[in-house]
């Protein structure tokens, strides 16, 4: 079987127009091992009883992943109006729901990556530790005492037993906002996740494979066991019952622009909380020439006001020589203007 | 994409990701065949040109970088095979043929991906996939993403740039120079002011060294007064 599915890859790939996907692909029957029967398995399901003959059975293949899918607690309206209201505080009710013109509000389920268990095993390494000394220094006025910090390095050897939890985005999520932030699930109403929702729901693809969140998850719990400050030379982990689940977490994304530009406030779809809002802001004028220029000018026209004339021709070729072009007087002079006294007071 | 049972020979349509299903006529638990080769997604995508532009002047105007002109726009669905690197990431290699342009994608935007199918493409451009069946064993999966190819002008010069549909973000390599805030008649009629005050405080010095210290001083003084109040306003923000 394999091999003549090899032999049509290779023949796809070969062929001009290989984007085409594969039209079908093979499936097996998942069936009870003692009595043949079919079985009701659901994704990710683990360890079952055969309805027909009652044998506990523990699935081997296929090795899918369980998956939660949380409905939102707020409805679009309402998270419309946390976005506005956050922009609105945000930039001190300058900006108003007229004022910005909303492009569009979606909903993602995006996913994460959860992991749980216990971990057992060992680490071995070097322990640093830093304490203060007071060291006697000879000087002119005679001996004085001063503080120094020394490191010294101590062998450590640990034994951890712990339970662990961890969870990650499974999609990269930077235009979103969502980077470094883990997921609560408790108290939380989880619904198991369907393929068919894909259909009808805005769900997000995870793009993290389920192979890539164990090692994500195992070099993470190796960091959290060790102490700090711990270089770890040798360790060995064991992680018992673990269990990789995927979750589906509602967020909202409003899009809407403000002179010109455009912006985007994430909100999270449980509880209307603000995850990531972009707002317009102002630049600054910089107070250091606002003040300095104009006294910089005083001075010059105080001591003999041609100076001043002398001064902005020498600007105007020193900049000249910066750009390496001939600059239009007036459009020098407008840059200039703008570059000193331009922005927000 | 479809598969037949194993049972009954029904066909079932399944959805990107699943690894399991029960067949939709005799109901039987079927598991999908895990080496069947990376799936082919696409990420249907409703072009719009006009929000491909926004994104460009909103990208530059966040960087203060001078406003783009004469902005052409070229789209198409440009497939990405994603791959692992050393350290375990995946990462997106654009097929040959691609626009020049396009480089290695971090960070493939999120959303609805579906299995492969011409017509997801709504008629828009599909650059077909061209890599070596070596590199295609390797691959996670082959992605075809919505992708603007724009041409501008700013500053006189001409630039290019990528945009992502779907995320509309941007990847530009080489950017054009800043452009300076807004011209502020009020600011330079302060800034004016400032400097006929300077020139009044400045008759305070009996010579011309005192005149430019009171002026100096009296302009020390005043940045500094400015810059705390700053200070005080984004502490209490």
Same mark, same amino acid.
């Given at each position: 079987?394999?091999?003549?599915? +090899?032999?049509?890859?290779?023949?796809?790939?070969? *062929?001009?127009?290989?984007?085409?996907?594969?039209?079908?692909?093979? /499936?097996?029957?998942? !069936?009870?091992?003692?009595?043949?029967?079919?079985?009701?398995?659901?994704?990710? &399901?683990?360890?079952?009883?055969?309805?027909?003959?009652?044998?506990?059975?523990?699935?081997?293949?296929?090795?899918?992943?369980?998956?939660?899918?949380? %409905?939102?607690?707020?409805?679009?309206?309402?998270?419309?109006?946390?976005?506005?209201?956050?922009?609105?505080?945000? /930039?001190?009710?300058?900006?108003?729901?007229?004022?910005?013109?909303?492009?569009?509000?979606?909903?993602?389920?995006?996913?994460?990556?959860?992991?749980?268990?216990?971990?057992?095993?060992?680490?071995?390494?070097?322990?640093? =530790?830093?304490?203060?000394?007071?060291?006697?220094?000879?000087?002119?006025?005679?001996?004085?005492?001063?503080?120094?910090?020394?490191?010294?390095?101590?062998?450590?050897?640990?034994?951890? @037993?712990?339970?662990?939890?961890?969870?990650?985005?499974?999609?990269?999520?930077? +235009?979103?906002?969502?980077?470094?932030?883990?997921?609560?699930? *408790?108290?939380? *109403?989880?619904?198991?996740?369907?393929?068919?929702? *894909?259909?009808?729901?805005?769900?997000?693809?995870?793009?993290?494979?389920?192979?890539?969140?164990?090692?994500?998850?195992?070099?993470?719990?190796?960091?959290?066991?060790?102490?700090?400050?711990?270089?770890?030379?040798?360790?060995?982990? &064991?992680?018992?019952?673990?269990?990789?689940?995927?979750?589906?977490?509602?967020?909202?994304?409003?899009?809407?622009?403000?002179?010109?530009?455009?912006?985007?406030?994430? =909100?999270?779809?449980?509880?209307?909380?603000?995850?990531?809002? $972009?707002?317009?802001?102002w630049r600054k004028i910089t107070a250091r020439s606002f003040f300095l220029v104009p006294a910089f000018a005083a001075i010059l026209a105080g001591i003999w006001w041609p100076l001043l004339i002398i001064a902005a021709a020498a600007t105007y070729i020193y900049d000249v020589a910066q750009s390496g072009t001939i600059l239009p007087p007036v459009r020098w002079a407008r840059e200039r203007l703008e570059r000193w006294f331009g922005g927000r007071l | 994409?479809?598969?037949?049972?194993?049972?009954?020979?029904?066909?079932?349509?399944?959805?990107?990701?699943?690894?399991?299903? @029960?067949?939709?006529?005799?109901? !039987?638990?079927?598991?999908?065949?895990? $080496?069947?080769?990376?799936?082919?997604?696409?990420?249907?995508?409703?072009?719009? +040109?006009?929000?491909?532009?926004?994104?460009?002047?909103?990208?530059?105007a966040?960087r203060s970088l001078a406003s783009?002109? $004469?902005?052409?726009?070229?789209?198409?669905?440009?497939?990405?095979?994603?791959?692992?690197? +050393?350290?375990?990431?995946?990462?997106?290699?654009?097929?040959?043929?691609?626009?020049?342009?396009?480089?290695?994608?971090?960070?493939?935007?999120?959303?609805?991906?579906?299995? @492969?199918?011409?017509?997801?493409?709504?008629?828009?451009?599909?650059?077909?996939?061209?890599? $070596?069946?070596?590199?295609?064993?390797?691959?996670?999966?082959?992605?075809?993403?919505?992708?603007?190819?724009?041409?501008?002008?700013a500053a006189g010069k001409?630039?290019?740039?990528?945009?992502?549909?779907?995320?509309?973000?941007? @990847?530009?390599?080489?950017?054009p120079p800043e452009r300076p805030a807004p011209f502020s008649a009020a600011n330079i009629i302060a800034a004016a002011s400032m400097a006929v005050a300077y020139l009044f405080i400045g008759q305070l010095g009996h010579s011309a060294a005192a005149r430019i210290l009171v002026i100096m001083a009296s302009a020390l003084i005043g940045w500094g007064a400015f810059t705390l109040k700053a200070r005080?306003a %984004?502490?209490?923000?």
């Amino acid at each position: 079987m394999t091999e003549t599915l +090899d032999k049509a890859r290779a023949e796809a790939a070969a *062929q001009d127009v290989p984007h085409e996907a594969p039209a079908s692909a093979e /499936t097996f029957g998942v !069936s009870c091992s003692a009595c043949g029967g079919s079985l009701r398995v659901h994704e990710g &399901e683990r360890s079952i009883r055969c309805e027909y003959c009652g044998a506990a059975l523990l699935v081997t293949r296929p090795r899918g992943v369980r998956g939660y899918i949380l %409905d939102p607690s707020i409805s679009e309206g309402k998270a419309r109006l946390a976005a506005l209201k956050h922009l609105s505080e945000e /930039t001190g009710g300058r900006i108003k729901a007229r004022h910005a013109s909303i492009i569009d509000l979606r909903m993602i389920n995006v996913p994460f990556w959860r992991m749980s268990g216990m971990m057992a095993g060992w680490m071995s390494g070097d322990e640093v =530790i830093r304490y203060q000394i007071e060291v006697p220094v000879p000087g002119p006025e005679g001996t004085k005492m001063v503080k120094r910090t020394q490191e010294e390095k101590r062998p450590f050897s640990e034994l951890t @037993f712990k339970r662990i939890e961890w969870s990650t985005p499974a999609c990269s999520l930077r +235009d979103l906002g969502l980077q470094g932030i883990s997921l609560r699930t *408790q108290m939380l *109403q989880w619904n198991v996740f369907e393929h068919e929702m *894909q259909d009808r729901l805005n769900i997000a693809l995870p793009l993290k494979t389920a192979a890539q969140a164990q090692s994500d998850g195992y070099s993470y719990m190796t960091t959290l066991a060790a102490p700090a400050g711990a270089l770890v030379k040798a360790s060995r982990f &064991e992680l018992f019952g673990n269990r990789l689940s995927i979750y589906y977490y509602p967020v909202y994304v409003l899009r809407y622009r403000h002179a010109g530009r455009i912006y985007s406030i994430t =909100i999270d779809g449980n509880n209307g909380s603000v995850i990531r809002g $972009d707002v317009p802001t102002w630049r600054k004028i910089t107070a250091r020439s606002f003040f300095l220029v104009p006294a910089f000018a005083a001075i010059l026209a105080g001591i003999w006001w041609p100076l001043l004339i002398i001064a902005a021709a020498a600007t105007y070729i020193y900049d000249v020589a910066q750009s390496g072009t001939i600059l239009p007087p007036v459009r020098w002079a407008r840059e200039r203007l703008e570059r000193w006294f331009g922005g927000r007071l | 994409m479809q598969v037949n049972c194993r049972l009954c020979g029904g066909e079932n349509s399944i959805h990107p990701g699943q690894e399991m299903l @029960f067949c939709s006529y005799c109901g !039987s638990a079927l598991a999908i065949e895990e $080496d069947r080769g990376p799936e082919r997604l696409i990420l249907p995508h409703d072009r719009s +040109d006009r929000h491909a532009e926004e994104a460009l002047r909103s990208f530059l105007a966040a960087r203060s970088l001078a406003s783009p002109k $004469d902005i052409r726009l070229e789209f198409a669905y440009v497939p990405y095979t994603m791959l692992e690197d +050393d350290r375990g990431h995946l990462f997106g290699q654009p097929g040959k043929g691609v626009w020049p342009e396009a480089g290695p994608l971090t960070v493939p935007p999120a959303g609805s991906y579906r299995f @492969f199918d011409e017509p997801l493409a709504g008629g828009e451009k599909v650059i077909p996939l061209d890599e $070596d069946p070596e590199t295609l064993a390797l691959a996670a999966r082959v992605l075809f993403l919505p992708l603007y190819r724009v041409r501008y002008r700013a500053a006189g010069k001409k630039y290019r740039a990528l945009i992502m549909g779907e995320s509309y973000y941007v @990847f530009a390599d080489v950017l054009p120079p800043e452009r300076p805030a807004p011209f502020s008649a009020a600011n330079i009629i302060a800034a004016a002011s400032m400097a006929v005050a300077y020139l009044f405080i400045g008759q305070l010095g009996h010579s011309a060294a005192a005149r430019i210290l009171v002026i100096m001083a009296s302009a020390l003084i005043g940045w500094g007064a400015f810059t705390l109040k700053a200070r005080i306003a %984004d502490r209490s923000d």
